[in-house]
């Protein structure tokens, strides 16, 4: 089975990770790791600071790829077999997009927001549109 | 990051022939051994930990590039490039054959300097107008440079 996993550049993805393996091993799934430079926050950062759109994309999908060989070294040592995939888009149009091409059997996002009522509620607002557009089981870690 | 400090240019091969993706981890292997960094690591210890990875999902990055890449006990990191005439299955994701490779060994203390490599040659690389100037370089010491630019 495959498992689409959404891999954000925060230590929340480290902890997802960390439940997420044992279970790919019980579930016998290869894990597609996702990693999303969101041209939301692309935007929103480079109006806030005086980086242009471009320097923060390269940043943002560094950490990215940071991230995914982190991860990929900790499925390594769990032994998950494991997949890296990153792509600058909408978030929600590109989780739909890997759901379509890949058809995993289990979507599971890190959803640790660091911030406070308002980031909850906007993460809360994408997992609901994004739980609308998917057809497959998803796992909020 | 100056990933051209990285590479040396006796590690960079152009236009080789290969068979399958045995084959390629076996001349990126080769061009590995040459450098003094190694030291005692054998080829068939290298060999067997690349494709132990491998069987662990492949680390082809789609759009034809593979970055096969390990921990091993060597003093430095240590990085090869390999542009290959023929296309070649790697068993990537997207299924594409892949042309362009990079293998990277690197020491454990040095982690944090493996994962800004790996991160930074991902990202060029999938930018197709990269790949592109890559598949029409000359000469090893272009590679080097055009590498040397991000």
Redesign the interface.
Known sequence: MKILFIVETHQGAIKAAEQLFPLALKMNG???ALNISDILIIKRISQSSDKSESEIA?EM??????Y???I?EM??NF????????EEGYFESVISKYVDKFQPGLLAISCRVSGGTSEIKNMAKIIESIRNNIKCPMLLL | MDIAKYLRLESIALDIKCKNKKGIIEKLADLILKDDKVGNISKSELLHDILKREELGSTGIGEGVALPHIHAEISDITMAFIRSKNKIDFDALDNQPCQIFFMIVAPVSKNSEYLKLLATISRIMKKSANRKTILNLKTPEQVRDFLGEF
């Open positions: 290869d894990i597609i390269i999908e560094e950490d990215g790829w940071k995914l060989y982190y990929e499925a390594k032994g998950v077999k494991i997949f890296l995939e990153q």
